[in-house]
């Protein structure tokens, strides 16, 4: 399967952004999105399940993003409100293990390049 990330760019503090992942085969799989900041290791910051029954957050983004999705579009959303400087990163969508009380990257090598959301006054 191959993930098509998108939306971002640059925003002020406190301002939104809304990412969406578009993949033939999405519904199939649970998603999460994903970032690395320059210097830091990739972490998972949200997922959904695959029948939207699920969907958990990470502390540092939760009340602040959302997760959704549509599989009729082939497409999963990351609308990101309130953002912060420490936002700042790449931000991938991929196949994931998602539960209520986590999310973990599943399998899964065709990253490719995801979309740069800067947070930046």
């Known amino acids: 399967v191959q993930l098509q990330a998108s939306g971002g760019g640059l925003v002020q503090p406190g301002g939104s952004l809304k990412l969406s992942c578009v993949s033939a085969?999405?519904?199939?799989?649970?998603i999460g999105w994903f970032r690395q900041a320059p210097g830091k290791e990739r972490e998972g910051t949200s997922c959904i399940s695959t029948d939207s029954r699920i969907a958990h957050y990470e502390d540092f983004v939760r009340g602040r993003f959302t997760i959704s999705r549509d599989n009729a579009k082939n497409t999963v959303y990351l609308e990101m409100n309130d953002l912060k400087p420490e936002d700042t990163a790449i931000y991938f969508c991929?196949?994931?293990?998602?539960?209520?009380?986590?999310?973990?990257?599943?399998?899964?090598?065709?990253w490719g390049q995801g979309t740069q959301v800067t947070v930046s006054s």
């Open positions: 085969g999405l519904k199939y799989y649970g």
């Open positions: 991929a196949p994931a293990i998602c539960w209520s009380d986590s999310v973990s990257e599943a399998d899964f090598d065709n």
